[in-house]
C-alpha cells in the first residue's frame, strides 16, 4: 500500500447539518481543505425531515459566525435575529444557501453515506506509525457503489436523529418492536399537516419526556378540537413530568418556557391521559392497530393504539467507528472529558462551560465526535454549543493552539434546574447537585440536533 502524506489530504467532515456545515466554514477560514459528505439528498436533511417544528432558540443563536462571513458576499440576508425559524425555514433561509456558496458547494457530496472509519493502512490494533497516518473513510453512493475516500482528520458531525431509542426498557427493544414498525411514527410527525390523517380520530401513544414530546402532544390536543374521536395517552418512565414542564417564564427562550406550560395545562385540564413509571414489554401488531402491554405504577398496562410517536431521545451510531481509537464514558457514550458536564445523573441542572477541541479529542489523534453525537445519548444540546465546539476544532487542525483553548459560549438560560423538578416531585430533596445558580451558560433538552 503507497501511503500519501498525511498533510496533503483534506478534512473530512460527516454530516451536512448546521455543525457540519460551520465545521467547513472554519477550516476554509484556516486554509484548510474540507470535504462534507452528507447520506441525505441535500443538505439538512435530517432537519428538513421535521421541518414543520419551530425552533426554541431566535436566529440570533442558530447561525454560525463563519458561515456568516461565508454567505453575506453572496448577497445572503440575515433574518431577524429575534424570529423563531421552523426547520424548514432554518434548511431554507440558512443551510442551503450556505450550500450553495461556491466554497461550499464544490466541496459538498450529498447522497454519500459514511460506512466506516479507519485509520489508513492500520486496524486499531496497530500503534507502530499510528500517528503519521491519515484516515480512509469508507462511503456508499446512492448508486450503491462504495468508494475509500482519505482524510488528514475527521469530524463527525453526523447527529443522533437517525438512532431512535427503543420503546423497551432497560434500553432494549420490547418483545416484538421490529414487526411493529408500521405503527412507529417517529419522533416527530407532522401532526396538523402531512400526518394529518394517522391520528385524526384515532388513538396515539406518546412516549418520552423531551421536547419533542411535547411538540408532538400539543399537536395531538390541536387537532382533537377539530377531530372527534382523537386519544391521546403520553407514557413516561419516570415518575412525573414536572422536569418537562420547565421554567416558565423564568426560562430565557420564551418559546422553550411557554412549551412547558402549555403541556402541564393540557395534562390538568384532562385533554390528555398521563402514565407515570412506564415499562413497556411487548408490542402485539394487528391490523389495524398495535396492542401495548407492559406495566405503569408496578400495575398492568394493556393498551390498543393506532400510532406510537417514538420521542424516546437518541443514542449515537459507533458501529462506523469501531477501528477508531475512541476514548468515550460508558454511560453517556459522549467524550471522556465532556461526559462529567452534561451526564444526566451527575449535572441535570442544564449547564454547561465553555468547551472546545482539548475536551473533544481522543486517542486517536485528528478525529473528532461534534455536534449533537459529541453529547453521546445526554439530551442536553445547543446548536451555538456545536458551532464553537468546531471553531476550537478547525483552530486545532491549523496549530493554532491559543485560540482553540480560547472557547467562548453565549447560551441563554433555562432558570429551573430539572434534577430538582423531579425530586420534588418525587417527595425527595432538592438542591443536591446544583447549589446557587452557576456562572456558566446553561441548556435544557431541546428538539433533536438543534436548539
Same mark, same amino acid.
Given at each position: 500500500?503507497?501511503?500519501?502524506?498525511?498533510?496533503?489530504?483534506?478534512?473530512?467532515? !460527516?454530516?451536512?447539518?448546521?455543525?457540519?456545515?460551520?465545521?467547513?466554514?472554519?477550516?476554509?477560514?484556516?486554509?484548510?481543505?474540507?470535504?462534507?459528505?452528507?447520506?441525505?439528498?441535500?443538505?439538512?436533511?435530517? !432537519?428538513?425531515?421535521?421541518?414543520?417544528?419551530?425552533?426554541?432558540?431566535?436566529?440570533?443563536?442558530?447561525?454560525?459566525?463563519?458561515?456568516?462571513?461565508?454567505?453575506?458576499?453572496?448577497?445572503?440576508?440575515?433574518?431577524?435575529?429575534?424570529?423563531?425559524?421552523?426547520?424548514?425555514?432554518?434548511?431554507?433561509?440558512?443551510?442551503?444557501?450556505?450550500?450553495?456558496?461556491?466554497?461550499?458547494?464544490?466541496?459538498?457530496?450529498?447522497?454519500?453515506?459514511?460506512?466506516?472509519?479507519?485509520?489508513? /493502512?492500520?486496524?486499531?490494533?496497530?500503534?507502530?506509525?499510528?500517528?503519521?497516518?491519515?484516515?480512509?473513510?469508507?462511503?456508499?453512493?446512492?448508486?450503491?457503489?462504495?468508494?475509500?475516500?482519505?482524510?488528514?482528520?475527521?469530524?463527525?458531525?453526523?447527529?443522533?436523529?437517525?438512532?431512535?431509542?427503543?420503546?423497551?426498557?432497560?434500553?432494549?427493544?420490547?418483545?416484538?418492536?421490529?414487526?411493529?414498525?408500521?405503527?412507529?411514527?417517529?419522533?416527530?410527525?407532522?401532526?396538523?399537516?402531512?400526518?394529518?390523517?394517522?391520528?385524526?380520530?384515532?388513538?396515539?401513544?406518546?412516549?418520552?419526556?423531551?421536547?419533542?414530546?411535547?411538540?408532538?402532544?400539543?399537536?395531538?390536543?390541536?387537532?382533537?378540537?377539530?377531530?372527534? /374521536?382523537?386519544?391521546?395517552?403520553?407514557?413516561?418512565?419516570?415518575?412525573?413530568?414536572?422536569?418537562?414542564?420547565?421554567?416558565?417564564?423564568?426560562?430565557?427562550?420564551?418559546?422553550?418556557?411557554?412549551?412547558?406550560?402549555?403541556?402541564?395545562?393540557?395534562?390538568?385540564?384532562?385533554?390528555?391521559?398521563?402514565?407515570?413509571?412506564?415499562?413497556?414489554?411487548?408490542?402485539?401488531?394487528?391490523?389495524?392497530?398495535?396492542?401495548?402491554?407492559?406495566?405503569?405504577?408496578?400495575?398492568?398496562?394493556?393498551?390498543?393504539?393506532?400510532? !406510537?410517536?417514538?420521542?424516546? /431521545?437518541?443514542?449515537?451510531?459507533?458501529?462506523?467507528?469501531?477501528?477508531?481509537?475512541?476514548?468515550?464514558?460508558?454511560?453517556?457514550?459522549?467524550?471522556?472529558?465532556?461526559?462529567?458536564?452534561?451526564?444526566?445523573?451527575?449535572?441535570?441542572?442544564?449547564?454547561?462551560?465553555?468547551?472546545?477541541?482539548?475536551?473533544?479529542?481522543?486517542?486517536?489523534?485528528?478525529?473528532?465526535?461534534?455536534?449533537?453525537?459529541?453529547?453521546?445519548?445526554?439530551?442536553?444540546?445547543?446548536?451555538?454549543?456545536?458551532?464553537?465546539?468546531?471553531?476550537?476544532?478547525?483552530?486545532?487542525?491549523?496549530?493554532?493552539?491559543?485560540?482553540?483553548?480560547?472557547?467562548?459560549?453565549?447560551?441563554?438560560?433555562?432558570?429551573?434546574?430539572?434534577?430538582?423538578?423531579?425530586?420534588?416531585?418525587?417527595?425527595?430533596?432538592?438542591?443536591?447537585?446544583?447549589?446557587?445558580?452557576?456562572?456558566?451558560?446553561?441548556?435544557?433538552?431541546?428538539?433533536?440536533?438543534?436548539?
Amino acid at each position: 500500500m503507497v501511503e500519501t502524506a498525511r498533510a496533503e489530504l483534506p478534512v473530512i467532515v !460527516i454530516g451536512a447539518g448546521p455543525v457540519g456545515l460551520a465545521a467547513a466554514a472554519h477550516l476554509l477560514e484556516r486554509g484548510l481543505e474540507p470535504w462534507v459528505l452528507e447520506a441525505g439528498e441535500r443538505a439538512g436533511a435530517a !432537519i428538513s425531515s421535521w421541518g414543520h417544528v419551530r425552533l426554541f432558540s431566535p436566529w440570533r443563536y442558530d447561525v454560525d459566525a463563519a458561515a456568516r462571513r461565508l454567505l453575506e458576499p453572496a448577497g445572503w440576508t440575515s433574518p431577524d435575529p429575534d424570529a423563531l425559524p421552523t426547520g424548514r425555514e432554518l434548511v431554507d433561509g440558512y443551510l442551503a444557501p450556505l450550500a450553495a456558496t461556491p466554497e461550499i458547494a464544490s466541496r459538498l457530496r450529498t447522497g454519500t453515506r459514511v460506512l466506516a472509519v479507519a485509520r489508513d /493502512g492500520a486496524d486499531k490494533t496497530r500503534s507502530l506509525g499510528r500517528d503519521r497516518r491519515g484516515y480512509r473513510v469508507r462511503t456508499v453512493g446512492a448508486d450503491g457503489r462504495v468508494q475509500d475516500v482519505l482524510a488528514r482528520a475527521v469530524i463527525d458531525a453526523s447527529g443522533t436523529f437517525s438512532t431512535s431509542n427503543p420503546l423497551g426498557g432497560s434500553g432494549l427493544p420490547a418483545a416484538g418492536e421490529p414487526d411493529a414498525a408500521p405503527f412507529v411514527t417517529g419522533p416527530l410527525p407532522d401532526v396538523l399537516g402531512a400526518d394529518h390523517d394517522r391520528f385524526a380520530g384515532r388513538h396515539a401513544l406518546v412516549v418520552g419526556m423531551g421536547h419533542s414530546a411535547a411538540n408532538t402532544l400539543l399537536g395531538l390536543v390541536e387537532l382533537s378540537e377539530t377531530a372527534p /374521536g382523537t386519544t391521546i395517552t403520553w407514557a413516561i418512565r419516570g415518575g412525573s413530568a414536572r422536569r418537562l414542564f420547565g421554567g416558565g417564564t423564568d426560562d430565557e427562550l420564551p418559546a422553550r418556557g411557554l412549551l412547558g406550560t402549555r403541556l402541564r395545562d393540557a395534562v390538568e385540564a384532562g385533554r390528555l391521559r398521563l402514565l407515570t413509571r412506564v415499562s413497556i414489554e411487548q408490542l402485539v401488531p394487528g391490523a389495524e392497530s398495535v396492542r401495548v402491554l407492559g406495566t405503569a405504577k408496578d400495575q398492568r398496562l394493556e393498551l390498543d393504539v393506532h400510532a !406510537i410517536v417514538n420521542a424516546t /431521545g437518541f443514542r449515537p451510531d459507533l458501529g462506523m467507528l469501531r477501528e477508531v481509537r475512541l476514548d468515550l464514558d460508558p454511560v453517556v457514550e459522549a467524550p471522556s472529558a465532556l461526559a462529567p458536564l452534561i451526564d444526566p445523573n451527575q449535572h441535570s441542572c442544564g449547564t454547561v462551560p465553555p468547551h472546545g477541541e482539548a475536551v473533544l479529542s481522543h486517542p486517536d489523534d485528528g478525529f473528532y465526535l461534534v455536534g449533537m453525537k459529541s453529547y453521546g445519548r445526554a439530551p442536553t444540546f445547543l446548536l451555538a454549543t456545536g458551532y464553537e465546539q468546531v471553531r476550537s476544532v478547525a483552530a486545532a487542525l491549523a496549530g493554532d493552539r491559543a485560540a482553540a483553548d480560547a472557547v467562548e459560549l453565549d447560551l441563554p438560560a433555562t432558570g429551573v434546574c430539572s434534577s430538582d423538578l423531579a425530586l420534588e416531585a418525587d417527595g425527595e430533596s432538592a438542591g443536591s447537585c446544583c447549589g446557587p445558580a452557576p456562572a456558566e451558560p446553561q441548556l435544557v433538552t431541546l428538539s433533536p440536533t438543534v436548539g
